[in-house]
């Protein structure tokens, strides 16, 4: 569950609707994965280019491709730089312009080099094992990359080991410590490490080769968690280094200091917080550490601070992000020239949105609303250049000037995708929820919405989604696995709320639900349905369903047995937990039950009881799907399971999808597919 969030995006669009092509049809899953994907956007050092990443849908290969594309930060040219069939991402500037990439040609994820303005890329590295991601540290002429390796093994020892596995006959698996098995996957011994590289000699010098940690970490973390000291001599990364089986349960990720010359030698920086801290930054003048610091242990949805470390005294200053009266956590800070002031994106009243702050008075400004995208840099031209989507946009690359004015799109890769297909206008509205607080919530109409057939009294029927996390929220985003427009698409409009314990409206707002999973989101639910169905008389409030996945599949198990279901037709349940209690035996990271129902089952007081979907199954009987993925080792496969058999025992209709290959999500572009085929067919189904 948690932050690996069922985020279904519902909010306001960047730009007016637009008029759609002739022939144009409803949006549906075929759209979707239609549209090319940008991500990981990097400034060239002159600030006249930014290389990205595109991924393309083959939908015969049943997988995902990727390019390295350039465009002018002016917006006068956007064009594709490499085109080999297999994979090329993670581009990265060299000071003199050469652009570095990762590619999966040869075989394996190495290090490639092309000229920008033209030619052949050029293998720079020659590694037995693959890079996951790398940067360019000019101070150094070197490579920082991250492999996997056993530690204290190095690269060759890696590879005898994985030979000698691969040679047992024996399959079994020993582990004497938590976490044995992490998101999707089985821990194997293998740890992330922090590797240099020299070009010239292609000699991989691993940082911290007895460390049994990873940096970046698992299974999120990338090279945003690790700095490089302006003198180069030291690596800040972010890791949790704990004895035995104490990650399990412990949030208490610190920063550390590695040397540059392969001495190993280790210092953590910020043993004093028992929260979580990462994000290491310095400032443009290399005086002060920059980083994002947590401060209650054991809780992953805290709000992060910032915290600014005199590099030389070693003195800390604390600065908290507020803007409007609401604590938020800022991420992706990047410095203006003299380092007074910093850009960021931080969650927001339903999107992610570009904030200034003062880095001195911690006066803050909102530059932008820019939907879920996260990363924001600073042009020398005194514009920023992000990538921007909304509801009705997949991403594109945008600049701004830096007070937030000139708006200008510089890609526009999937305009004619987009002016081909018919989607719903999204609205936000507000009503009194739980402890007579104001919740945000969010319809998107039909497609087909017509003022004079409403005003006439024609009624369309709703979906209901609920979000995940359940510290999350409805980012204004162009989803690829929970789009709201796929179910306007099917002829819905949709309604979804931001309970409490959703992210962006202050941390008192979020810190609502810990403990109260059952009642006060639940009230905002009820509460926030029966308001939509009061503002918006054309939606038909006998046919209404609702869908929800992770905490929004708990949430559809707990409806079931309440008196609210009787207010739908249908449910899809994706990775929802039937029984908290035996949930906590199940999942990895129990850092999240122990936090959200305060304790561990055994312990006094705990509330694994106190909101469980399982002591209230005698009361189901709405018809509904459900759905779960054989790697889901947050949500394991079994509670999917459960759900099922006593739908099934009591006589309720019921459907159980099944993907033993997908983990949380569904991900494969003909399971996507087959999927929304499954989840729009059973909605329709009862409101006929």
Not at 80 to 96: F, K, S
Not at 155 to 161: C, R
Request: aromatic share 12%; hydrophobic share 40%; with cysteine.
């Amino acid at each position: 569950m948690r932050k690996i969030l069922l985020i279904l995006t519902l909010a306001l669009p960047l730009i007016p609707a637009l008029g759609f092509a002739a022939g144009a049809h409803p949006f549906s899953v075929h759209d979707m994965l239609a549209m090319q994907r940008i991500s990981d956007p990097q400034v060239s050092p002159d600030g006249q280019w930014a290389a990205f990443t595109v991924r393309s849908t083959d939908l015969e290969a049943n997988r995902g491709r990727t390019d390295i594309w350039l465009a002018s930060t002016d917006g006068k040219t956007v064009e594709r730089l490499t085109t080999h069939p297999e994979n090329d991402w993670n581009p990265r500037w060299c000071l003199n312009g050469t652009l570095f990439f990762l590619s999966a040609r040869g075989g394996s994820a190495q290090i490639w080099r092309i000229d920008p303005t033209g030619g052949e890329a050029t293998r720079m590295t020659d590694l037995p094992l693959d890079i996951n991601e790398f940067r360019v540290v000019p101070k150094l002429h070197k490579f920082l990359a991250v492999m996997d390796v056993y530690p204290g093994l190095g690269i060759q020892g890696t590879l005898d080991k994985d030979k000698e596995i691969a040679n047992d006959p024996a399959s079994g698996r020993i582990y004497d410590e938590l976490m044995f098995r992490h998101w999707d996957t089985w821990e194997d011994g293998k740890r992330s490490h922090l590797f240099l590289i020299d070009p010239q000699s292609g000699e991989a010098t691993d940082l911290m080769p007895d460390l049994d940690a990873d940096t970046p970490t698992h299974p999120w973390g990338g090279l945003e968690e690790v700095a490089v000291t302006p003198d180069g001599s030291e690596v800040i990364f972010t890791a949790k280094i704990l004895p035995g089986s104490q990650p399990a349960w412990s949030t208490d990720y610190d920063l550390y200091a590695v040397p540059t010359d392969g001495s190993g030698t280790i210092r953590c920086l910020t043993e004093a917080n028992q929260a979580w801290d990462t994000e290491p930054v310095f400032t443009p003048d290399g005086k002060t550490l920059v980083y994002l610091a947590m401060d209650r242990p054991g809780f992953e949805a805290d709000r992060f601070h910032i915290e600014l470390r005199d590099w030389a005294t070693g003195d800390q200053r604390r600065l908290d992000f507020v803007h409007d009266g609401l604590d938020l956590s800022p991420h992706g800070l990047v410095f203006t020239k003299d380092g007074k002031a910093a850009y960021c994106t931080a969650a927001y009243l339903g999107q992610r949105s570009i904030f200034k702050i003062d880095l001195k008075s911690g006066k803050t400004a909102m530059v932008h609303k820019m939907g879920r995208n996260g990363s924001v840099s600073l042009l020398k031209n005194g514009r920023l250049l992000f990538g921007h989507q909304d509801l009705r946009m997949p991403t594109e690359l945008f600049t701004i000037k830096t007070g937030g004015k000139d708006l200008r799109q510089i890609t526009h890769l999937n305009d004619a995708r987009v002016a081909a297909t018919l989607m719903g206008e999204p609205e936000q509205f507000t009503f009194t929820g739980w402890n007579g607080e104001t919740v945000y919530a969010y319809v998107v109409k039909p497609y087909d919405f017509n003022e004079v057939e409403a005003f006439a009294g024609h009624k369309w029927p709703v979906t209901f989604l609920i979000h995940g996390g359940p510290q999350g929220s409805f980012g204004n985003d162009f989803h690829y696995r929970w789009n709201p427009q796929a179910y306007v698409g099917a002829g819905f409009a949709t309604v979804a709320v931001d309970f409490h314990g959703s992210t962006g409206y202050g941390q008192d707002f979020t810190d609502a639900i810990s403990g109260h999973w059952g009642d006060r989101p639940l009230e905002d639910l009820e509460k926030g349905l029966a308001a939509a169905l009061e503002k918006y008389p054309w939606m038909d409030g006998s046919r209404v369903v609702a869908a929800g996945a992770s905490y929004g599949g708990f949430m559809i198990n707990w409806i079931a047995g309440q008196p609210f279901a009787d207010k739908f037709k249908a449910f899809v349940c994706h990775d929802g937990n039937i029984d908290e209690r035996m949930a906590y035996y199940d999942t990895e990271e129990l850092w999240f039950p122990e936090w959200e129902h305060e304790g561990r089952p055994w312990d006094q007081g705990n509330g694994y009881q106190t909101f469980n979907p399982i002591d209230h199954v005698q009361n189901w009987h709405v018809p509904t799907l459900i759905v779960h993925g054989g790697r889901d080792y947050r949500v394991v496969d079994t509670q999917g399971m459960s759900a099922f058999t006593a739908l099934r025992r009591q006589g309720v209709p019921a459907r159980f999808l099944y993907y033993p290959d997908e983990n949380h999500w569904v991900l494969k572009p003909q399971n996507s597919i087959q999927w929304h085929d499954e989840v729009m067919g059973w909605l329709t189904k009862w409101i006929r």
